[in-house]
């Protein structure tokens, strides 16, 4: 028996590959639009730009930046061999860009009404990872 085998019978954990490029560029001070100009595909950019959005009280825009990275993290998921559900766990860095954006499309989701969308990325943010619950 693995270290890493799961005993309760589900897939295993989806771990993201790393991609060092956006994350040293927003450490650094790069600006979030210029990153994710740079590297589209990068959820963490889009992350980024959807919570300062929203600190900046611009909700629908928070909205569409969290959006866009969902979508580049599910397309990244499955490339990773991710079947549409099983752990991704935050304590893998790579898969937190994709979470990021998971949570802040709830949370903006919740904020202009979208209920159903905001209940299921809830829903979504557990099976990924209980600690973020």
């Known amino acids: 028996m693995s270290l890493h ?5 589900g897939p295993p954990p989806t771990e993201l590959p790393d991609d060092p490029a956006p994350r040293t560029e927003l450490d650094g001070g790069a600006d979030a639009y210029d990153v994710a100009r740079r590297h589209p595909t990068s959820s963490l950019a889009w992350s ?20 866009v990275g969902y979508h580049r993290g599910l ?17 893998h860095e790579p898969n937190r860009g994709f979470l990021r954006c998971l949570i802040a499309l709830q949370r903006a989701a919740a904020a202009i009404g979208e209920d159903e969308e905001s209940e299921r990325c809830a829903a979504f943010i557990v099976n990924c990872d209980p600690s973020l619950s």
């Open 75 to 91: 397309d990244a998921l499955r490339r990773s061999g991710w079947k549409g559900h099983g752990p991704v766990p935050w304590a």
């Open 48 to 67: 980024v730009l959807a919570d300062q959005a929203w600190a900046e009280g611009r909700v629908v825009e928070s909205y569409a930046f969290a959006r």
């Open 5 to 9: 085998e799961n005993l309760l019978g």
